[in-house]
């Protein structure tokens, strides 16, 4: 495998966990009461984007394994649920949550 191939995986992760973070940072100021109707729709497209960056980084790890971009795999199925769940109420939060653990170990290994 060359170099490149295990940088763009990692670049991939990079972007997604950066997008799963800014997602949560608009999710927690809504629910800590912040008016965010102006940019409502922001929390909808970086779900969009953190949805997609993962399923990137996961079809990379197909062609060339790469155990950051493997680490994102649990994460597709609370990516997969939310829609399903609504956005007011403990569950949502909940389950957007549970994906933490998996950006995490996915970021922590692009560091190796």
Do not use: E, K
Request: net charge positive; glycine share 6%.
């Amino acid at each position: 495998m060359n170099a490149r191939a295990l940088r763009n995986a990692d670049v991939l992760v990079q972007a997604a966990a950066a997008s799963y973070a800014a997602n949560c940072a608009l999710g927690t100021a809504a629910a800590l009461g912040v008016n965010t109707r102006r940019v409502g729709w922001t929390h909808h497209a970086l779900f969009v984007a953190t949805a997609s960056l993962t399923a990137a980084a996961v079809g990379s790890a197909v062609w060339r394994p790469r155990p950051s971009a493997l680490a994102l795999v649990p994460a597709a199925v609370p990516l997969a649920l939310i829609p399903y769940l609504g956005t007011h109420g403990p569950r949502h939060r909940v389950v957007a949550l549970s994906a933490a653990p998996f950006y995490a170990a996915g970021l922590a290994l692009t560091r190796r």
